[in-house]
């Protein structure tokens, strides 16, 4: 590896993992966990993923999207309940990824990808309203002109240095210059300490303590496989946004494969499930970090802070990496997609706003699947449409029909109208050369047609079927 790429590697490591810290302890203490939960989780998943996975640069921690399924779980049954789930979860994960079913990130429309990019930034953003209060409510007076001003600092060195110099990455640069401000001026305002302690020692290696049984699997099954199904579909999302960024290609079933096997060490370690997360992975790429070092980095220093690091890292004043955050929900938004709003069709325009909203209101994997739904319907409609028909007299008192388009659930009565067994003459020729029969409801549609035609007494011939419509009818036990 050439000095300048382990250089900018290994400082973008050392970002990415100051922004991990604070996520991770606030999404296990949403989960009701202790939070070295999520710093353990943090480790293993990010330098696991990133030694392994299929997309270098890409950041995995202990997820905020996860920890939200498994809020019930813990409450109810408690944590190693929870650590036997995360453990069946990674499970999923490898086997979905041995499947190969990565590729079915390609059937996310782009509308939808712009929405879930959309509607992640909002979430980050909001996420960091809650260090404005203290307790439950709103800071006021000289603390809140305080955090306001040590926030606004934070964000305006990010945006200017880059300007000056890219030598280093401006976000670590923000975090350690607004730290030694706040220890030097002796500042009063809240720092990392005052979320959570963080020291601690190493993850000890142990099989959750819960009954082996049909009876738990029944409870933690559930469980398992939403977490999974939303740590992957977070990932592969996460994944298609970095090589676009990048402008390269990542493999999504390895790093199905390899989040798993983090996961499962994970649950085996004491830490949370995770998955990709998609401010950090900014953080990390536009800190220039492209390569497996930076991932390694930045959970190997995750350790180290809960190792030997903790009185350092919880003077780091929150505004700090509150100011940072702002920045990412700011560059991960995709402004651009508020510009194409009047020239695209209506159905992407639902889509991306449907999409953002229901991801900041509800959670990611309904959004994406919500975004998928109206994209699906829409594409069905317009390729109904699409199916017409020419007709002609053949010369030999018979009629011929020439259908175009595509024979599916959605257009069988548009199929079905382009004919008129009534009126028509004894002898109907069907040919498909340009039809396309997709689905049982084509050849179902095949079948009424000429049961219609055989009631009025005449005969239905059908030419030029491909060996695909075929095989389809042959299948179905209709004759051709």
């Avoid at 905020?64 to 309940?81: C, D, E, F, K, T």
């Avoid at 002109?145 to 945006?159: D, E, N, R, S």
Wanted: proline residues 4%; hydrophobic residues 55%.
């Amino acid at each position: 590896m050439k000095p300048a790429r382990l250089r900018a590697d290994l400082l973008a490591g050392l970002t990415t993992s100051f922004a991990l810290v604070p996520e991770c302890i606030a999404f296990a203490l949403v989960a009701h966990l202790n939070p070295l939960m999520g710093l353990y989780g943090a480790f293993i998943i990010c330098t696991l993923t990133a030694l392994f996975g299929g997309r270098p640069g890409m950041i995995s921690g202990a997820a905020g999207s996860m920890a939200v399924v498994i809020v019930a779980l813990v409450v109810q049954h408690g944590v190693q309940y929870l650590l036997a789930t995360v453990l069946l979860g990674g499970g999923v994960m490898i086997l979905f990824g041995l499947l190969r079913l990565g590729k079915l990130v390609r059937l996310v429309p782009y509308p939808v990808m712009l929405g879930f990019v959309n509607g992640l930034a909002i979430v980050i953003a909001l996420a960091q309203l809650e260090h404005f209060k203290e307790g439950e409510h709103w800071l006021s007076g000289a603390p809140l002109y305080l955090m306001i001003g040590l926030v606004a600092l934070t964000m305006l060195v990010v945006y200017v240095l880059p300007k000056l110099t890219r030598a280093v990455p401006p976000a670590l640069v923000a975090i350690l210059g607004v730290g030694v401000l706040v220890y030097l001026l002796d500042l009063p305002t809240r720092t990392l300490g005052d979320m959570a302690r963080i020291a601690g020692g190493l993850p000890q290696l142990a099989l959750p303590d819960v009954p082996w049984n049909l009876e738990t699997l029944k409870i933690i099954a559930p469980y398992a496989v939403l977490m999974a199904m939303v740590g992957l579909l977070e990932t592969l999302l996460t994944l298609n946004l970095t090589d676009e960024i990048t402008e390269s290609r990542g493999y999504p079933d390895r790093e199905c494969v390899a989040l798993g096997a983090a996961n499962m060490v994970s649950g085996l370690c004491g830490g949370m499930g995770g998955c990709a997360m998609i401010g950090q992975t900014m953080i990390n790429l536009s800190s220039h970090g492209r390569g497996r070092l930076s991932g390694v980095v930045a959970g190997v220093m995750v350790l180290l802070f809960v190792l030997f690091l903790a009185p350092l890292i919880e003077r780091i004043p929150l505004a700090a990496l509150v100011g940072v955050m702002f920045v990412v929900a700011q560059q991960t938004f995709a402004w651009a997609s508020l510009r194409v709003l009047h020239k695209v069709p209506a159905s992407d325009v639902l889509a991306i706003i449907a999409v953002t909203v229901v991801t900041v209101f509800t959670d990611l994997a309904v959004a994406v699947l919500f975004g998928i739904v109206i994209a699906a319907v829409n594409f069905a409609w317009q390729h109904a449409r699409e199916l017409y028909a020419d007709s002609r007299e053949d010369g030999e008192g018979g009629k011929h029909y020439q259908v175009h388009g595509t024979l599916f659930f959605a257009s069988t009565t548009q199929f079905l109208n382009q004919f008129d067994p009534a009126n028509d003459p004894a002898n109907v020729t069907l040919d498909c050369q340009h039809l396309s029969f997709v689905d049982y409801s084509a050849i179902a549609a095949l079948k009424t047609l000429r049961e219609r035609y055989s009631r009025a007494g005449k005969q239905l011939r059908v030419v030029h079927l491909s060996e695909r419509c075929k095989k389809l009818l042959k299948r179905a036990g209709e004759q051709h």
